[in-house]
């Protein structure tokens, strides 16, 4: 999976959440992709964001940044 891949799945899941409030949809987003995404996707996905995170959504990119930190 590229990381264009990634960032396309990530932005896909935090704009279904984003008409939630601020909090709740970071934190469903980052629930999401614990939950469902496969360890080697969340690995790609920390890999992204150590380079910036072009691309993701601010959703995305809060809830991403939230999960790498408890990794």
Do not use: C
């Amino acid at each position: 999976m590229t990381a264009t891949d990634i960032v396309r799945m990530a932005n896909q899941i935090s704009e279904f959440f984003a008409a939630y409030p601020r909090e709740t949809a970071v934190r469903e987003t980052a629930n999401h992709i614990r939950s469902f995404w496969d360890p080697r996707m969340r690995q790609q996905l920390f890999d992204h964001l150590a380079k910036g995170g072009d691309g993701l959504s601010e959703i995305a990119l809060e809830a991403g940044r939230a999960l790498s930190a408890k990794v």
